[in-house]
């Protein structure tokens, strides 16, 4: 039988969203709390038109269910130290994405979901989010242009038959608070050359520079990644949810190390206006991977 990823990755168009990370509660087995993560699935919290989207650390997962687990995948267990930039390492044990069509809906299965597992996990991080004007995020620029179509998502963001994990799928979660009163101040030319890209429509700069945002992260270099970032935060706090799948966490990392200038002390001109605040990788197992 195919192995059928979780199928909230991939339902775009939901305007509000909770982004739960989890550590175990001292003395729980990792076994209990990927128990008690699909026992979440019960159509108790799944109403509503509600989305989840579970995964967990890479490696708890692999001491649990190895046959389902990509070989080589692991937490976000280190910062990432590039040009005079780091990137933190903030890998939590699980991870709950719940999306919907209204906060209402979205806050009443998140809070069922964390009573549900109060045994087992407390809550580590929490963030609300919501779309801005379509699909702009906070900077004001259209996010997700050079994103695959729904057509061309699954084969990039999700783990093949052939592979250990099939089905499954690897999730980087990244808090980027932004510098407003900096970016702001900069003319929108300044900004457009940040990005790569125009303000208005998001057409590509043909002459882009090299230290710019889609230079940095050019998926002709680095492989597909399916993006689901949203905006998050209050007036006076806020910035991007960087949600990010793909099949092959190499793409992933890449990506960051090419934005912090790892290799080539390079560093990605929008890590000027924007500051990690978080760091973690999660599986997101198949349906079937998780409720076996
Ligand atoms: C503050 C955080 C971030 C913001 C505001 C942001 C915003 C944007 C914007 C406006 C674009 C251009 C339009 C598009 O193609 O979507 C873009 C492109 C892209 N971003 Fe980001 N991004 C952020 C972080 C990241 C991170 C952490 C990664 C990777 C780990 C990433 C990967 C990409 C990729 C792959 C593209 C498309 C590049 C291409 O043209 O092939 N972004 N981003």
Redesign the pocket.
Known sequence: MASTPQAGIFALGTASHAYLELDMQEGTEGRALVAGVASLREPRTTMGGVNLVAGFRPELWRAIVPHESPATLEGFNRPIVGADFTMPATQHDAVLWISGSAYDVVFDVARQAIAALRDVARIAEETSSWPYHHDR???G???????PTLIEAPDLAVIPESGPGAGGSIL?L?K?A?DAASWEAQPTARQESV???NKLD?A?IEDKPADS??AR????L?GK?F?R?MPYGTVTDH??M?V?FSSDQRR?VA??ES?AGVNDGVRDT?TYF?T?LTGAFYFIPSIRGLTQ
Request: no cysteine.
């Open positions: 995020d906070l900077t620029f259209i996010d997700g242009t050079e994103n980087l990244q980027w932004h990005i790569g890209r998001s590509e945002h889609v992260t050019d998926q002709d680095f990644i993006r970032n910035g991007t960087f990010g992933l990506m960051l934005m929008l924007a990690p």
